[in-house]
């Protein structure tokens, strides 16, 4: 009974003592009223400027996207296929293709690539934004040609399937008044010795651009209703950046959350995902075949 006792008068010693800890730490969770002002300690911390990643999201005329200063690529690049905009395009005449692609004058130098860095690699400089997407004008056509806008890109993948999987999200917007695109690169692992996983990818040029294991692709497309609810159409992609036998877009068709996933991305968090209906389901995803 006295060892009880005194397991009791401890008990209440030891609630005691915890419930003083957590009244006096609390302070740090749920009074900010009790500490300094959080802007003025922030304000200290970043006197001289916060990390700069150049990930913000930067807008050209008929694209925007988020730049990875550390690969010299883009993180994704998002891309608005309007009805309207393609009868445009079916109307005018192809523009001119520039002589050479331009460097965003908002990214530092350090950071961009340069066209050096391309020659004698064996990669070609991929668009994520298809120039054609924005062939209905000259300035936006021109735009696409933009080394933020490019990645290392096997050059019979950027030629032949990648081009076919382009016409194929263009043809899209012949049967939806609104068909979306985000594109980007990815860096997968591969299971080398002893089952473990590597990240394994070449570097080009004199600045160190990286060359992306494979490319991603999510369409969402609409048929936009100001009278009825209407379905959204989905599809995310994963494309080896290899050369590519002759298959058809579903070969490479993933699940959006493992996308998500791996990419590190969420993509059209705004839409209500119960509507969502698979794109290859809903449409054939062949593509033309050579």
């Known amino acids: 009974m006295i060892f009880n006792e005194d397991f009791k008068k401890m008990g209440r010693i030891q609630c005691i003592l915890s419930a003083s800890f957590f009244t006096s730490a609390s302070w740090l969770f749920n009074k900010p009223s009790q500490m300094k002002d959080k802007n003025s300690i922030f304000k200290d911390m970043f006197k001289y400027g916060k990390v700069d990643s150049g990930a913000q999201t930067r807008y050209y005329d008929n694209y925007c996207l988020s730049f990875n200063q550390l690969t010299r690529t883009p993180a994704w690049v998002s891309e608005h296929l309007n009805l309207n905009n393609m009868k445009r395009l079916r109307k005018k005449r192809s523009a001119n293709r520039p002589k050479d692609f331009a460097n965003d ?3 530092r ?8 860095d391309f020659v004698q690699s064996g990669w070609s400089r991929g668009h994520m934004a298809a120039a054609n997407n924005s062939n209905f004008d000259r300035k936006a056509y021109r735009s696409t040609f933009c080394y933020s806008n490019v990645v290392p890109q ?4 950027n030629s032949c399937f990648w081009s076919k999987f382009e016409l194929f999200c263009k043809a899209l917007s012949t049967k939806y008044t609104d068909v979306r695109l985000v594109t980007g690169p990815l860096w997968l692992p591969t299971i080398q010795d002893q089952d473990r996983n590597y990240v394994r990818y070449e570097i080009i040029g004199k600045n160190n651009v990286h060359v992306p294991t494979h ?3 999510v369409i969402l497309a609409e048929n936009e209703s100001n009278t009825k609810p209407h ?3 989905i599809g995310a992609f994963i494309v080896p950046n290899v050369p590519l036998q002759d298959k058809d877009l579903d070969a490479y068709q993933e699940k959006l959350e493992r996308l998500e996933e791996i990419s590190g991305l969420q993509f059209f968090p705004k839409a209500n995902k119960s509507k969502f209906k698979d794109l290859c389901s809903v ?8």
């Open 215 to 217: 490319l991603f692709k």
């Open 231 to 233: 379905d959204l159409v």
């Open 154 to 157: 096997d050059a019979q993948n």
């Open 109 to 116: 130098d350090m950071f961009h690539l340069t066209k050096s």
């Open 283 to 290: 449409e054939s995803c062949k593509l033309q075949k050579n």
């Open 105 to 107: 004058a908002e990214i």
